[in-house]
């Protein structure tokens, strides 16, 4: 998070990145506030809390979802507002395949890729 973070706090000279720019002290900065998120304002933020996080296979699916969402939206297919209704489809899909190392993790984000592609209605 602190990428992100030192790339907000570092907006107005972009010629800067995190590579070169030291790294931020948050201890200097005693200014920041942070809230709870609104989860009717952020529903995929909701989807995630839900989200049984006991099985590894649900963070693949909810990344790869996510991930055909943001590509459906940007193609102009489906509305900004309907990302979340397309991520929480995908954690409902079921695909078998064991995941025990790295190589099952990216066999299994293969298939479930092509199970949202074929599965999904146009």
Known sequence: MSIP?????NYENKKKTYLNHPKYNFKLNQNLN????????????N?????DKNKPYNFIK?????EFAVNLFKENRIKFIDIHKIINWGLSLSLNCSINNIDNIIVYQNKFMKLLEYKYEY
């Open 62 to 66: 909810f990344n790869c979802s996510n």
């Open 34 to 45: 942070f809230l709870e998120p609104n989860l009717q304002q952020f529903p995929i933020l």
């Open 47 to 51: 989807i995630f809390n839900k989200m």
């Open 5 to 9: 973070l030192i790339n907000l706090f």
